[in-house]
């Protein structure tokens, strides 16, 4: 599972999972033994955010890349100071967790300097949320998040999932969507995500399969 590019950005629309993907993803990348940073660029909305989970990350020896503590839980587009800092050094493995809609706007700020360190944007898709549910939506995100962000797509990665209640068919499902938008942009679809209780089913793919162990908790949990 090595990239050729050592910055990754993962793009996603609310809900789409791209949060908990960057978590698993980072934790991944350290347990090859690589330096990891990851990057909170989720600039506007303020639920579920990597910066939330700091003491994992911490845990995890994983750099955390964010505002201020003081600034953890607002709403205002407040970019972290030290992302330039690990994207310019070659030692990091970089995660970077990026907001659909506006929120992309932040990676505009970087653009030149990540065409100059070279990168890796995938777009996170779960055809299970809104505006992402059928192929003529996926690629109308796609190209509005490559306009607003200033950078090029490198591929789609398939999430689809329903939480806890995920099954195999809707999986099947998501990945027919998203390999039919993938041909439609010209784009690979770089990966397929799915929870660990159909790692089993899925290693029978034909793409890359990544399998995730949920980190966040969220506050319907505690109930």
Known sequence: MQEEQRIRIFIGEFGSGKTELALNYSAWLREQGLKTAVVDLDVVKPYFRTRESQQ????????????????????LPILPP?????AADSSYQVVVDV?????????GQYQKMLEQQGYEAWMIINTRRPFTQSVAEICQRSQEITNVAKLQLSGLVCNTNLGAETTWAEVEEGISLVEQAAQELSL?????VVP????????????????????????????
């Open 196 to 223: 660990q209780w159909l790692a089993e089913k899925a290693a029978a793919l034909p793409h890359r399969v990544f399998v995730l162990e949920p980190q966040t908790r969220y506050p319907w949990m505690e109930i």
């Open 82 to 86: 030290q992302f330039q800092r690990v």
């Open 99 to 107: 907001g659909g809609g506006d929120a992309a706007i932040a990676l």
């Open 56 to 75: 994992w990350l911490m845990q995890k020896e994983i750099e955390l890349v964010a505002p201020e503590t003081r600034f953890t839980h607002s709403d």
């Open 188 to 192: 690979p679809l770089r990966m397929v």
